[in-house]
């Protein structure tokens, strides 16, 4: 399969409609032929009176390009999906429905608001492997919107949404860059809630940097690099994850206004997508289709419902 496209005149000649979407979602979906997703057979007829419709040779089950995947069902052109996975996976902030919805002329709110958050859903690879290395990890709170906007004040995290992060550090000395990051919501700071963050995203035998809080202490099969903040700002101690905490505040507050606790971990994901993908924006769009062909489908009511049992 030709390469993803790596400028907006090539992502417009590349796909300027249907039929070009449906001939790379193929090649995305099935890089070595159809493989039916009932009985495995590698023959099919294509029907002609079915867009983009494949009929098994052994089993006779009919699959379209969408079906068994985020796009199941959804009555958006093909050209609607990849402009709005264009758009996420490369736009440097990314964006919200209300703009969506007026970029790419949607209908409604409601079907802006449940594209995005379809591709949100993909944004995560089950398959990723954990963070490895040197590892800072921190936790953070932000402010939580409400109907009457952002509360919480002081150091208190009532009102406030926890955050656990951490990023892999790459080089030495001066020239220490960010690697790869990971963030999650949390409960809370103890100990507990800690190391199964740490354990779950951090591969065994890493090296994990952290401020001295004590609740890191003894995590599970990790060295710990222990910094004790003091008198000391905690930024000159682990600089790279509070520099992610800074953007990501930036980020949601610019883009968003706030976040609220029952939508927090998809943002999440989908800073994180785009952080990991900084140097090569462009490269996203063709991951973040192909993880859209493997996920399975969601309806409004089940995007409501995973959100609302955040």
């Known amino acids: 399969m030709t390469d993803y496209p790596k400028s907006l005149p090539e992502f417009q000649q590349r796909f300027p409609d249907d039929e070009a979407c449906a001939s790379w979602l193929f090649d995305l979906r099935w890089p070595n032929g159809f493989e039916c997703p009932g009985c495995g057979h590698d023959k099919c007829w294509t029907l002609s009176c079915r867009s983009w419709t494949y009929e098994c040779k052994g089993c006779r089950r009919q699959t379209s390009i969408r079906a068994g995947t985020l796009m199941h069902a959804s009555n958006l052109p093909l050209t609607i999906w990849f402009w709005a996975a264009y758009l996420m996976a490369t736009h440097s902030n990314g964006f919200s429905a209300v703009q969506l919805q007026k970029q790419l002329g949607l209908g409604s709110y409601r079907t802006a608001w449940l594209l995005l958050g379809k591709l949100r859903a993909a944004m995560i690879d089950p398959d990723r492997n954990p963070l490895s290395g040197l590892v800072e990890v921190d936790e953070t709170s932000i402010r939580q919107r409400t109907g009457n906007g952002p509360v919480g ?13 951490a990023v892999e550090i790459k080089g030495q000395g001066a020239k220490t860059h960010p690697g790869r990051l990971r963030l999650a919501v949390i409960a809370d700071y103890t100990s507990e809630t800690l190391h199964d963050f740490v354990a779950t995203e951090i591969a065994t035998g890493s090296s994990i940097k952290t401020d001295g809080l004590a609740s890191y202490n003894n995590a ?6 222990r910094n004790v903040v003091g008198d000391q700002l905690a930024h000159l101690v682990l600089p790279w994850i509070h520099r992610v905490f800074s953007n990501f505040k930036a980020w949601a507050l610019g883009v968003y206004h706030g976040l609220r606790a029952k939508h927090l971990q998809s943002y999440l994901d989908e800073f994180v997508f785009r952080f990991n993908r900084r140097r090569y924006r462009h490269a996203g769009l063709k991951t973040l289709l192909n993880l859209v062909t493997k996920r399975q489908p969601m309806t409004y009511k089940m995007l409501i419902g995973a959100e609302q049992s955040a």
């Not at 004040?153 to 992060?165: D, T, Y």
């Not at 599970?220 to 690099?225: F, K, R």
Request: charged share 25%; net charge negative.
């Open 220 to 225: 599970p099969n990790m060295d710990h690099d």
């Open 153 to 165: 004040v002081g150091r208190s995290h009532e009102g406030k949404l926890m955050i656990a992060g």
